[in-house]
């Protein structure tokens, strides 16, 4: 008896994705790990797929786990989808979504496999890297020179039920693994949005509620304010939101100071938000009574990695900020 000829549920399968943002976060251990929970548990856990190299931490993972055989199809490892399907486990782990297979496989990509598996009700455990979501791949390449050619689309990752962004330390850079760091909250936040909207659909939900975000841009003479300026113009069209900018007068900026804080005021107001320029003694003080007056609900601010006498003494004027706006999120860009 083939599978399409059997009474098994025609449910779909959940299809969660562990998320790196960079290559060596993790991603694989994290997800290995996942089956040998389940298998503890007493789930049916099979492997479908395994990366070319695996990292030493995660071979005891695997080698507890039962391994579905890949095909070879001119000399490239491809998902033996049919037995899988024969063999129908709970959960199937995929270690590495995005791949392409050879000419005169079942399936021109690998995600295609997965999504044949899900159709058929079993359920999926992936990986996949940021730069491997075809609308992030050029994103990712400007941050970190690297360029990849296999993807997967973003409509089939908009199909997850969970997406686990894994965050560990890299190699990278602390403003370039930041900014990966920003891209796959963004694309987290926009795949649940998503599948929100697909339940309130399917189950005959009219949503009632309003977004309440607000976001609020700190603007200094020095700070990253383009970088800053772009993720708020982001996030707003995400929430459909307000964004604020406010600037707190200084004493004595030099000429080069006040023509860069001109030209932040001017790129804020070009881009549509909201920009005060505010008067107060105290910094902090002044921009957390700003931000409780205006119900914001994330607070965008940049921040020197230089540390003089009286940061050392006192802290830093953002980690102040950071204690006294407590339930409210700050989102730091260095510069």
């Known amino acids: 008896?083939?599978?399409?000829?059997?009474?098994?549920?025609?449910?779909?399968?959940?299809?969660?994705?562990?998320?790196?943002?960079?290559?060596?976060?993790?991603?694989?251990?994290?997800?290995?790990?996942?089956?040998?929970?389940?298998?503890?548990?007493?789930?049916?856990?099979?492997?479908?797929?395994?990366?070319?190299?695996?990292?030493?931490?995660?071979?005891?993972?695997?080698?507890?786990?039962?391994?579905?055989?890949?095909?070879?199809?001119?000399?490239?490892?491809?998902?033996?989808?049919?037995?899988?399907?024969?063999?129908?486990?709970?959960?199937?782990?995929?270690?590495?979504?995005?791949?392409?297979?050879?000419?005169?496989?079942?399936?021109?990509?690998?995600?295609?496999?997965?999504?044949?598996?899900?159709?058929?009700?079993?359920?999926?455990?992936?990986?996949?890297?940021?730069?491997?979501?075809?609308?992030?791949?050029?994103?990712?390449?400007?941050?970190?020179?690297?360029?990849?050619?296999?993807?997967?689309?973003?409509?089939?990752?908009?199909?997850?039920?969970?997406?686990?962004?894994?965050?560990?330390?890299?190699?990278?850079?602390?403003e370039r693994r930041t900014a990966l760091r920003e891209l796959a909250l963004v694309l987290s936040a926009e795949v649940i949005d998503v599948g929100l909207q697909r339940y309130l659909h399917d189950h005959k939900i009219a949503q009632s509620w309003g977004t309440h975000e607000r976001f609020l841009i700190c603007l200094s003479p020095r700070a990253n304010f383009e970088r800053m300026i772009a993720t708020a113009r982001r996030n707003a069209t995400r929430f459909h939101c307000d964004v604020l900018a406010v600037y707190v007068k200084q004493p004595n900026l030099s000429e080069a100071d006040r023509a860069a804080l001109e030209q932040a005021l001017a790129k804020a107001r070009e881009d549509g938000a909201y920009v005060e320029v505010l008067e107060g003694t105290d910094l902090v003080n002044t921009i957390v009574q700003y931000a409780r007056a205006h119900n914001i609900t994330q607070i965008l601010v940049g921040h020197s990695v230089k540390k003089d006498l009286g940061t050392r003494m006192f802290g830093s004027p953002v980690s102040r900020l950071v204690r006294a706006a407590r339930g409210i999120d700050v989102r730091v860009f260095p510069h």
């Open 1 to 174: 008896m083939t599978h399409t000829e059997s009474n098994w549920p025609v449910t779909r399968g959940r299809l969660k994705v562990f998320l790196g943002y960079a290559s060596g976060v993790g991603k694989s251990f994290r997800m290995f790990d996942e089956g040998r929970r389940r298998k503890e548990r007493g789930q049916d856990v099979v492997i479908a797929a395994i990366q070319p190299r695996l990292p030493a931490d995660v071979e005891p993972l695997v080698s507890g786990l039962e391994i579905v055989p890949t095909l070879t199809i001119k000399g490239v490892p491809v998902i033996d989808v049919e037995t899988i399907l024969q063999r129908r486990p709970q959960i199937c782990l995929v270690d590495g979504l995005a791949y392409d297979n050879p000419p005169g496989s079942r399936n021109a990509h690998r995600w295609q496999d997965v999504e044949e598996l899900l159709a058929a009700g079993i359920n999926i455990v992936g990986s996949v890297n940021l730069q491997h979501i075809d609308d992030q791949r050029e994103a990712v390449e400007k941050l970190t020179g690297k360029r990849v050619t296999q993807t997967i689309p973003r409509e089939f990752l908009n199909t997850a039920d969970e997406i686990v962004i894994v965050d560990a330390p890299t190699q990278v850079t602390l």
